[in-house]
């Protein structure tokens, strides 16, 4: 079972939503993905979508994904390469989604990450290296569940493999 991701954090504040994430005036988009996924988090971060790389971190404050239930807010953070999202606090739609759609989103205090800081992230321990400051941070290990679910692709995923919910 898959619980290790390295890769580079990104760092974004507070309250942030899922126009952010997924901006509404490109809305026609939410039929083409993979287009869609070329602007992820572009408001936040006009740049973020170019500098992002396999197995890179969304690190940010409160309230992570806040707004409207947009399923491919989740959706194209994943498919732009993000392992992990890493936040203080997730909006409760946001989180229940990004785990429907197989992308581990993780409560933790991010204050002591800084963007750019080289991570490793081990789901089933509960721990965030910061490699680049040499300190370890907790948060609440995933259950096996959980990361049986995340490793089949999500909740669907998850079905389909296994004709039905299987978490043994």
Do not use: W
Not at 62 to 72: D, I, K, Q, V, W
């Amino acid at each position: 079972m898959e619980t290790l991701y390295k890769g580079k954090a990104f760092k974004f504040g507070d309250d942030i939503s899922t126009d952010h994430i997924a901006p509404g005036r490109l809305f026609h988009l939410r039929t083409n993905l993979p287009e869609l996924a070329k602007h992820v988090l572009e408001d936040a971060d006009p740049e973020f979508a170019k500098k992002v790389q396999k197995g890179d971190f969304v690190v940010a404050g409160n309230n992570f994904g806040l707004g409207s239930s947009r399923e491919h807010a989740p959706t194209i953070i994943k498919m732009a390469g993000v392992s992990a999202v890493l936040a203080k606090s997730f909006a409760r739609i946001f989180y229940r989604n990004a785990i429907n759609v197989g992308l581990p989103v993780l409560i933790c205090d991010t204050d002591q990450i800084d963007e750019g800081d080289q991570l490793e992230v081990d789901l089933a321990a509960g721990t965030i290296k910061d490699v680049t400051k040499c300190i370890t941070l907790t948060f609440s290990p995933l259950p096996d569940a959980m990361i049986k679910i995340l490793n089949d692709g999500g909740l669907v995923a998850h079905i389909e493999k296994n004709g039905g919910f299987n978490i043994d």
